[in-house]
């Protein structure tokens, strides 16, 4: 692509026109780590902090938050989701908490956007819930791992 779609010929941003484009099945994948020290870990899996279980709290928040994507990101256009499952999981080495969001619809535009959203706003979350344990946490490698439908076409992040 040579060209930023959310740009117009004098460079002024703009919404783009999907009224034109036939509705599909599209699908995205995001995820994102928080990392944290162990006693956080253990505290936040535990279910058992002063807050509840942090990670329901924040699987519903990301859920929330996908939903209201357009309303936090200028130029995406709100859409009638069919599905949005977000999880939130002790990461591989036990360094803190991963979370991943899929998200669907049908429809003229996709929802990377609102997967991505999910994400971050499921890892805000769980900072907030978990912060007075550790204000050391960062949240890191919040990514697209996947996306299908589309004229673009699908779109799968080669693992490590």
């Keep these: 692509m ?13 919404m783009v026109d999907v009224g034109a484009k036939p509705a599909t099945a599209r699908e995205a994948v995001a995820a994102g780590l928080i990392r944290m020290a162990p006693a956080t870990l253990a505290l936040a899996l535990s279910g058992g902090g002063k807050k509840g279980d942090v990670r329901a709290v924040a699987e519903i928040a990301g859920v929330m938050a996908a939903k209201r994507t357009a309303d936090l990101i200028p130029l995406c256009h709100p859409l009638a989701l069919s ?7 002790e990461a591989q080495g036990g360094v803190g908490l991963s979370v991943t969001a899929r998200v669907a619809t049908t429809g003229p535009t996709g929802v990377e956007m609102e997967a991505l959203t999910a994400v971050s706003v499921a ?13 050391g946490m960062t949240i890191d490698g919040v990514r697209l791992l996947e996306k299908t439908g589309g004229a673009s076409g699908d779109f799968h992040r080669d693992q490590p």
């Design 123 to 135: 890892c805000l979350t769980l900072f907030d819930m978990l912060k007075a344990a550790d204000r």
């Design 83 to 89: 599905k949005v499952l977000v999880e939130v999981a």
């Design 2 to 14: 040579s060209r930023l779609t959310h740009l117009d010929d004098q460079g002024r941003a703009r």
